[in-house]
């Protein structure tokens, strides 16, 4: 599919022979909304339910074909793709839970050939298998596209110099927003995450003017510039960050955007939907626009499962519409927000999340990593010298530290002995969890003793 | 067998702990004869010489911190230039290593205490330098 370009009026374009000055700064002008897509963005409520119902009963009737897991759900539920009238028959569709997707690693729930598949994202689960999610060609065009969406949403154009500064991977935050940022023309700086140095040279070299960087890390560059004497208004040219992967807060955007000098956009995406460009913000930050013509969003009680109207905060359930190589059908993502109904100034049809604010399970999101307690404990466990009691806790931007209790039987008198087993167990967490946390072993009796639930995870994170 | 019987604690490192760990000894009517802490990070490791290495364990334990006996090897020295020198020499040139060390004179005698991986050799070795390893009872009547 062609498209035109997004281009901005009177926006110039300059050559500087010998020179990386390709491109002009931001200008600081208000922009009046621009779309990627406007046909889809601004389409009409009815025509987009319409389109979201012809696409639903696509999506049923191929996995009713080809996915056994789906298969069997609809058997035991005497559902037939036939069934599926209008809008209202998608409670009567099954749940996808994330076991679910654990239990068909490393398989997935995939509804096309095998030659098909075009790429593998993986994401952590809770037993240490992850969850294999797989695209198709078209799959990976297809999250590109909505990403091109949210950059033009927020006035980003061709003419942006767009510095990725996540994970790059099996993860699919920084691999997504990636080719959706090729998509719209910007200059891309695949330039991963940490090494605030070379991020600074990059920035300084290139001209960078766009940011995608975890809260946690924002903060940080934010003291680092500081601490290198760097006024980012003056001395680089950054002008927007696109933030997601952690839950943070009101506070912690402002004060993003007071210490980088951006404007901070927030993002939400989950790997199983794409990862980000399932919903972003648009120049007004009052929600982020969910693409309704790629998913349905319902709002449950994640106790009762019942569906909740809008406006009320619940559980979130996504369903893919456009997905060809793994469609997933009211996938519960445990995040917990609320839609909003209202039209949005800016002319798109499509609703808003308000900004996740919280979890119904107890997954923990630290550095952009999906990180379950249980993984923590299996690693924990494992060591003979380690005692019964732990306690994770997460504090400053975004450190982690275990504290581990040492078993009795752990001790033999030497120092040299527990450094070792200290760094062992940092070694076997971060092979576990992927990112390096601290780990201070106590003495055994030494972290508090709850009754009944264990509390594992204090959280005084300043996000 | 002549090694030296120390009291080891794992405590954590913050305020207090010295206090609370000295107070159960003294409670138990424990002397200290010598004393080594070292910390790492969060957490230390405190060594005593006691007179009474049994009472000191279980009053220590019935107080909940991780104790073990850690076994060192005491060596008597002459109290004059190039004595640690020897030893270490010693002990390098036939491949022991010496995790941690310490060192005082009490009564004109100086005493270097010594802790490795390997005692059986350390002492064969140091005493055919024709150094005295102390044993328990004459290190608690130096």
Known sequence: ?463 | MSAVKLVAVFVENKPGQTARITKTLADAGVNIRWVTIASSGPFGVMKFLVDKCDPALEALKEKGPAVHFLDVLAVEVKDKPGALHAVAETLGSHGVNVDNVSGFVANKRAVLVLETHDIPKARAVLEKQGLRVLTQEEMLNL
């Not at chain 1, 990976?140 to 980003?156: H, K, S």
């Not at chain 1, 991963?192 to 290139?206: A, I, T, V």
């Not at chain 1, 402002?254 to 460009?277: C, F, H, Q, T």
Request: hydrophobic share 40%.
């Open chain 1, 1 to 463: 599919m062609h498209r035109r370009c997004p281009h901005l009026l009177g926006r110039l374009f300059v050559w500087i022979a010998g020179g990386f000055g390709r491109k002009l700064p931001a200008n600081p002008q208000t922009i009046v909304s621009m779309f990627w897509d406007q046909q889809i963005e601004t389409m009409g409520r009815s025509a987009l339910e319409q389109l979201q119902v012809k696409r639903l009963q696509a999506t049923v009737r191929r996995v009713a074909k080809s996915v056994p897991f789906y298969q069997q759900k609809f058997a035991e539920r005497g559902l037939k793709p036939g069934d599926l009238k209008s809008l209202e028959d998608l409670r009567r569709l099954p749940f996808t839970a994330n076991a679910d997707l654990r239990a068909t690693y490393p398989k997935g729930l995939v509804a096309v050939p095998a030659e098909e598949l075009a790429r593998l994202h993986t994401s952590s689960g809770t037993t240490g298998k992850p969850k294999a999610l797989f695209f198709s060609r078209k799959d990976v065009d297809n999250a590109a596209e909505l990403i091109a969406r949210c950059f033009v949403m927020t006035g980003c154009t061709r003419d942006d110099i767009f510095q990725n500064m996540m994970t790059y991977g099996l993860f699919t935050g920084a691999l997504v927003m990636h080719y959706g940022a090729e998509k719209v023309g910007c200059l891309v700086i695949p330039a991963g995450p940490g090494n605030s140095e070379k991020q600074l040279l990059l920035m300084q070299d290139f001209r960078s003017t766009v940011l995608h960087i975890t809260p946690s890390y924002a903060l940080y560059f934010a003291t680092y510039l500081e601490s290198r004497g760097i006024n980012p208004r003056k001395d680089l040219a950054i002008r927007k960050a696109f933030i997601g992967a952690e839950p943070y807060t009101e506070e912690t955007r402002r004060k993003i955007e007071k210490a980088l000098g951006v404007d901070v956009y927030n993002s939400y995406g989950l790997s199983e939907m794409n990862g980000p460009g399932v919903a972003f913000e648009c120049e007004h930050k009052r929600g982020m626009h969910l693409w309704e013509d790629h998913y349905i969003a319902e709002i449950i009680d994640p106790q009762t499962s019942e569906p909740l109207p809008d406006g009320k905060r619940g559980e979130l359930v996504l369903t893919t519409l456009c997905r060809e190589a793994m469609p997933i059908l009211r996938y519960r993502t445990r995040d917990i927000t609320s839609v909003i109904a209202e039209p949005c100034p800016c002319g798109r049809t499509h609703r808003r999340l308000n900004r996740i604010t919280g979890r119904s399970d107890d997954m923990l999101i630290v550095r952009g990593v999906n990180i379950y307690p249980q993984q923590i404990e299996q690693v924990l466990m494992a060591v003979p010298q380690v005692g019964r009691n732990y306690l994770i806790v997460l504090d400053g931007l975004d450190d982690m530290t275990v504290k581990v209790e040492l078993a009795e039987s752990g001790f033999d008198g030497r120092v040299e002995h527990l450094v070792g087993l200290q760094t062992e167990i940092v070694n076997r967490l971060r092979a576990e969890i992927l990112t390096k946390p601290k780990v201070e072993l106590v003495p055994p009796g030494t972290l508090p003793v709850s009754e009944g639930k264990a509390k594992r995870v204090v959280d005084n994170r300043r996000l």
